[in-house]
């Protein structure tokens, strides 16, 4: 399997397309880093899915806008695991709204999450994978949405 003993951060993996791929990366023989914003609960359930799957994983919370979570979700894959393997950035928000009567705010928090956390957390990972020598893989989720 192509991420067999690799470690692997998803942001946004307490629920939807993250928690499947958290999950999926586990059952490939992954051990995962499972990043979530808000409540610790999902992200729990997570952690014990992919332990009940005979693999290692921590929950690292944190708004992925905010530059500190990524260089957080490394430095905590490092502490646990050793190293960082894979980075899948699926954070994203998709607030429906027409672009005529899209408020500004909003449009200002989307970009901060979907565009500023993916070049933050890739940063990060980068940073990271240099330093280990060997290299990796990044991997961005997109929505149709």
Do not use: W
Not at 35 to 64: F, L, M, T
Not at 78 to 95: H, K, Y
Not at 104 to 131: C, I, K, S
Request: include cysteine; hydrophobic fraction near 50%; glycine fraction near 10%.
């Amino acid at each position: 399997m192509l991420i067999e003993d690799k470690v692997v951060i998803v942001t946004g993996a307490s629920r939807g397309i993250g928690r499947a791929t958290a999950i999926a990366c586990a059952r490939d023989g992954a051990d995962v880093v499972v990043n979530y914003a808000g409540s610790a609960g999902a992200a729990e359930e997570v952690v014990n899915e992919i332990q009940a799957a005979g693999r290692k994983a921590i929950a690292v919370g944190g708004d992925i806008a905010d530059p500190e979570t990524s260089r957080a979700l490394v430095a905590s894959a490092v502490d646990a695991f050793g190293r960082v393997d894979v980075l899948v950035n699926n954070a994203g928000i998709c607030p429906f709204h027409s672009f005529l009567e899209m408020p500004l705010d909003v449009m200002r928090r989307t970009a901060e999450v979907n565009y500023f956390g993916t070049f933050y957390a890739t940063q990060a990972v980068a940073v990271q994978m240099v330093a280990q020598g060997d290299g990796g893989a990044i991997i961005t989720v997109s929505s149709m949405a």
